[in-house]
C-alpha cells in the first residue's frame, strides 16, 4: 500500500481526513525580501493557528516552505506533535529571487542528491522526512536557475517517487514547467500546479487538467486579488468538465497579516467555516467537497511504498 510521508511518519492515506494542501506554518524568506509580512517566526502563534485548523475540523496540513524559505523541519515536526495535525513538509525550491548562492555554484546531480537526502533520510539535521518535492518560476518567464532547480527535483521524483508541487507565480508557466517535467520523464499526474487560479482563466485550467496534473486553487478569502464568487466559477468550471478528481484547494494563508493569532485575517478557519459552506449553498454536492479536500490530497501524497 502507498503511504503518505508526514513529518512524525507515513501514514496510510485513509489517516488524512479533511487536508489544506498548500500552507506554511513557519517560514522565514532571506533578508533579500522586504516584505516582512511574509516571515513567520512566532512558534506560539503558527502553533495556535494549526490548533485553530483542528478545531474546526482539519486534520492534515501540507507546509509549502522550502529550502530557500527559511524551512525548519524541527519546528514543524514539534508543532504535529503539540497538535495532533498530520503535517507534510517539502523540499526543494521556491523562485530564484529566493535562491541561495549554492544553487548556482552546484551541479544538477547535487542538487538532486540534496532533495533526494530529505525525502529518504531526513531535513535540517532531524530525522522528519519531506513528503513532497517543489520547485517554481518567476512572472510569465522561467530563470535559468529555475529551470536547473526543477530539472533536479524531477530527477529527484524519479529516484524517491515523492509528489511534486509547482509554484507558479500569478499563476503563470505552468504548462512551461511541466514541460520540463514532461522532459525528464516525471508521470504528470503526480503533480500539482499551484496558485492556478491566481489567472483566473478557466480555459488555461481545463489545458492543465487534461494533462492529467492537479490543479490547485489557494486563494479563497484573499478579495485583494478578486471576491470569491469568481473562484466559485472556477471550480465549477473544473467540476462541470469532469476534472473535480484533478482539483486540490487551500488557503495558502502564508502572511502575518492572513493569520488570527499573528493579529491577521481570514485565518485557517476560513475555508471549513466559510467558503466550503458557501460551495455548498452554490450547488456544488458534499461528495465533490470530500473529494477536493480528502480525496485528492490523498491520492496526490500516496505516492511511497509502505
Known sequence: M???????????????????????????????????????????????????????????????????????????????????????????????????EWVANESIEQITERLVHDVTIGMDGTDAKAGFLKSGSWYQMIHPLEE????????????????????????????????????????LTKVAVGHSDRNADPYYHLQLAKRGVYVQFDGPGKVKYYPDNVRVELIQNIIRNGFVNQLLISGDMGRQSYLHAYGGGPGFEYIIQKFVPRLLDQGISQEAIDMIFINNPARWLAQFEG
Open 148 to 187: 536547473k532547480v526543477t530539472r533536479a527535483v524531477a530527477r529527484a521524483q524519479l529516484i524517491t517517487g515523492a509528489p511534486v508541487w509547482l509554484h507558479t507565480e500569478a499563476g503563470t508557466m505552468g504548462m512551461e514547467m511541466l514541460d520540463i517535467l514532461e522532459e525528464e520523464g516525471v508521470d
Open 2 to 100: 502507498k503511504k503518505v510521508r508526514t513529518v512524525l511518519g507515513d501514514i496510510v492515506p485513509e489517516e488524512m481526513g479533511f487536508a489544506y494542501s498548500h500552507e506554511h506554518l513557519w517560514a522565514n524568506p532571506p533578508a533579500t525580501q522586504k516584505d516582512r509580512d511574509l516571515e513567520l517566526t512566532r512558534y506560539d502563534a503558527s502553533l495556535e493557528e494549526l490548533l485553530a485548523f483542528k478545531r474546526a475540523g482539519g486534520k492534515t496540513l501540507v507546509d509549502a516552505s522550502t529550502l530557500d524559505y527559511g524551512r525548519e523541519a524541527g519546528k514543524l515536526k514539534r508543532m504535529s506533535e503539540e497538535s495532533g495535525v498530520h503535517v507534510l513538509a517539502t523540499t526543494g525550491f521556491n523562485k530564484h529571487i529566493y535562491f541561495p
